[in-house]
């Protein structure tokens, strides 16, 4: 805890001191690969990934041009390798992925696990990614469905059989899972479930005198500790893309805050459909097929 203040009023020295200075530097081309930059407010270059900003990105505190390392935390100057996508990351959670690169981060990751908003949010998104899986059943015919026969390869399979003399024991009947509802039905629930989660979104928002790092983990670590959340307690239910990081400060939809190269931290987690099934002006639903996919941030290799 000690060195985090100490990291804090080193940073807010730094800010102090220099924020004119950097916002300058910043604006006009990228020094690492000469890109035209839009804003002069990047932390490092929308384009290539290069570091714009003197300072460490992972935790803040001031940094020299000869610094190999950071002084405070020991994160290297230029990134660390992501292990599980191989992206190259400034920051704690891969921008790519989002996994943890750093230890701050995994510790981060660990305590979100046990809060209460975390494990209701993860209790949501599954509830969501089943009431998905029965609207498919519903597009896909649902219990009015023919079922599938045998294969070739099963029939000839059975016929070898009987030959010998051998009996297969029968089968046991299975019947589709009867639900009973519409799919004005199934919505309605959807869309309150999309409200629900939403509104406990809004309470994983960090505390008040965290610097934009701690801020951005703190954030990012929510998400992948719903994730694990949800692979441990409900394993096998088919949940992917449904959280998207509403950016206030270039206002497009994130994978994560990580992915936004701007130097101030700003936003918050929306809920995300997989697919078009939820008609236009559900509040809250966002279409990851129409923004997040489109990766407005990304380091050329």
Known sequence: MAENVRTRERVEERVAVKQETKKTDAAGSCPHCGAALDRDDYEFCPHCGGKLVDYCTFCGAPMSPEDIDCPECGMPADGVICPNCGARNLRSF????????????????????????????????????????????????????????????????????????????????????????????????????????????EQMLPPAGMTPQEQRNYCTSRKVAMMEIMEEKWYGIRVCKTMGWECNRCHVLHRCPEECAVREFGGKWVTCTECDVVPEGTPGAELFTSKVEKKVYKRES
């Not at 519903?138 to 294969?151: I, R, S, V, Y």
């Open 94 to 201: 891969c921008k790519e992925c989002g996994q943890p690169v750093s230890r701050a981060a995994r510790k981060a990751v660990e305590k979100a696990k046990q809060d209460v908003h975390v494990q209701e949010a993860a209790r949501l998104m599954v509830h969501l990614s089943e009431l998905q899986a029965e609207l498919d059943a519903l597009e896909d015919g649902g219990e009015d469905a023919a079922p599938e026969g045998p294969t070739e390869g099963e029939l000839r399979l059975r016929e070898l059989m009987e030959k010998v003399g051998f009996k297969p024991a029968e089968k046991p009947k299975v019947s589709a899972k009867k639900t009973g509802r519409s799919r004005e039905e199934i919505m309605a629930e959807y869309r309150q479930a999309v409200e629900d989660a939403n509104k406990v979104m």
